[in-house]
């Protein structure tokens, strides 16, 4: 396991390394003007080139490129261009509405998927099975930013059951930050009021970014349970006279859960990416808002930077799978 992590780590840092030169090289390749478009359409000339000069574009591409590699190697993403504070400071600040999103969407897309994988399963044929597979071809072919839509236009226009955007009313004062996380930091601060708002601007984003995902998981699910099902050793569990909830859960769907480890981890990549758009239907001030932004206003720092924190969760998420097979199944070698 540790020689695993170790190899995962050095596979971290070169891809990171990678993506950063790739990225850096197609910024600058764009037909774009940084300089001009940070200084505003009323700048004149002479002040976009005395930005250019500040921001350092002016430079060579080789000396710009070793300058942000080498501010990288220390952890200096480099300066934004659309908000001139550093670019770091800017993920921190927008990265835990990103998380809290990204966590519940998670926890909803396993619980749920799960559960009707093993629910399909188990009535193979039948009324649910149907019913949860016709689910699954519907949300699967939406994409999310148009789920999204879609939800505002009913629950939140239509009916004015939920907020239509944002994390809190445009009134109502963040709790005290304790870890960004406006409903865990609500809670820890009493502030019930807050805690139910922040929960209520949650639900439709996080069922636009869920719903799909969770279609997935329920298929995966189906599928592996069928399969285990069929066992020689499941039919011996059944003989035995044990519990059939026993056999279900303990027999069958701890075999088939190796392949759903997979497709979580994977889903991990695709909650993210869906985010970037949905973030944007919803008004989230989270990294996929904060990343178009700065692809609509050539803030390449931005872009590369935001790239580079989606990359570190990606690996992360699949080690964090390859370690979770050694504890489903010890017999699994990693060379």
């Keep these: 396991m540790g020689r695993l992590i170790l190899e995962r780590l050095l596979t971290l840092i070169l891809k990171l390394f990678g993506m950063a030169v790739i990225l850096f090289v197609v910024t600058q390749v764009l037909p774009a003007d940084p300089a001009a478009v940070a200084a505003g359409t009323n700048a004149r000339p002479e002040q976009i080139e005395r930005l250019r000069v500040e921001l350092g574009l002016d430079r060579p591409f080789h000396e710009q490129f070793f300058t942000y590699i080498s501010g990288l190697a220390r952890g200096d993403l480099g300066k934004s261009l659309l908000t001139r504070r550093a670019v770091s400071d800017d993920l921190r600040l927008r990265f835990p509405a990103t998380a809290e999103l990204a ?7 396993v619980i749920l998927g799960i559960s009707l994988g093993i629910l399909a399963a188990v009535n193979a044929g039948r009324a649910p099975d149907i019913l949860i597979r016709m689910l699954v071809v519907v949300t699967m072919g939406i994409p999310p930013f148009v789920l999204a839509l879609f ?9 004015d059951w939920l907020p239509l955007e944002g994390r809190l009313p445009t009134l109502m004062a963040p709790p005290p930050h304790a870890t960004g996380l406006y409903t865990i930091d609500s809670l820890l601060a009493g502030q019930w009021d807050v805690f139910w708002s922040s929960a209520q601007h949650l639900v439709l984003p996080v069922a636009a970014l869920s719903l799909g995902r969770l279609a997935v998981g329920a298929r995966f699910t189906r599928s592996g349970m069928l399969e285990t099902l069929s066992q020689p050793y499941v039919r011996t569990a059944r ?20 392949p759903v480890v997979t497709m979580l981890g994977i889903q991990i990549g695709f909650l993210l990416s869906g985010a970037v758009l949905v973030e944007v239907v919803f008004t989230w001030p ?13 803030d390449f720092y931005a872009v590369i930077g935001a790239a580079l924190v989606i990359a570190v969760i990606f690996v992360v998420s699949n080690t964090i799978v390859d370690l979770l097979y050694i504890q489903l199944d010890p017999r699994i070698q990693h060379q």
Aim: avoid cysteine; hydrophobic fraction near 55%.
């Design 103 to 109: 966590i519940l969407s998670g926890v909803v897309t």
């Design 286 to 298: 989270g990294l996929g808002r904060y990343a178009v932004e700065s692809v609509v206003s050539f």
């Design 239 to 258: 003989a035995k006279g044990l519990n059939e909830r026993r056999v279900i859960l303990r027999h069958a769907f701890r075999n088939a859960l190796i």
């Design 151 to 159: 939800l505002q236009l009913i629950f939140a226009k239509s009916l």
